[in-house]
């Protein structure tokens, strides 16, 4: 079983920036991908921004410019820096893990606000 932690989410006003931290932790597992969605109220889940174990990184047209996922090094642990922030990125982010199994696992979410 893989547990993802989220971290990092709150309130900030149009134009402020925020960093988004998710640890992985659990039994045995290899991923073969991690990223972030996001789900407005009313709204699909979405995809905000991916990285693949190669640190290959694909975003969110909406997003590009503004977001940036990384991965730490030696680490289950991966960041969205937000920047730029709009009220239209009001949202609960959420990570995703996807194993080379195929199975996914996804965390428990962080409520972003932006303030216009």
């Known amino acids: 079983q893989v547990q993802l932690v989220e971290s990092g989410g709150g309130l900030v006003q149009a134009g402020g920036s925020l960093r988004l931290s998710c640890a992985a932790s659990g039994s045995s597992f290899s991923i073969n991908g991690m990223g972030w969605y996001r789900q407005a109220p009313g709204k699909q889940r979405e995809l905000v921004a991916t990285?693949?174990?190669?640190?290959?990184?694909d975003y969110a047209e909406s997003v590009k410019g503004r977001f940036t996922i990384s991965r730490e090094s030696g680490k289950n642990t991966v960041y969205l820096q937000m920047n730029s922030l709009k009220p239209e990125d009001t949202a609960v982010y959420y990570c995703?893990?996807?194993?080379?199994?195929?199975?996914?696992?996804w965390g428990q979410g962080t409520q972003v606000t932006v303030s216009s």
């Open positions: 995703r893990l996807t194993a080379r199994s195929g199975s996914f696992y």
């Open positions: 990285i693949t174990p190669g640190r290959i990184t």
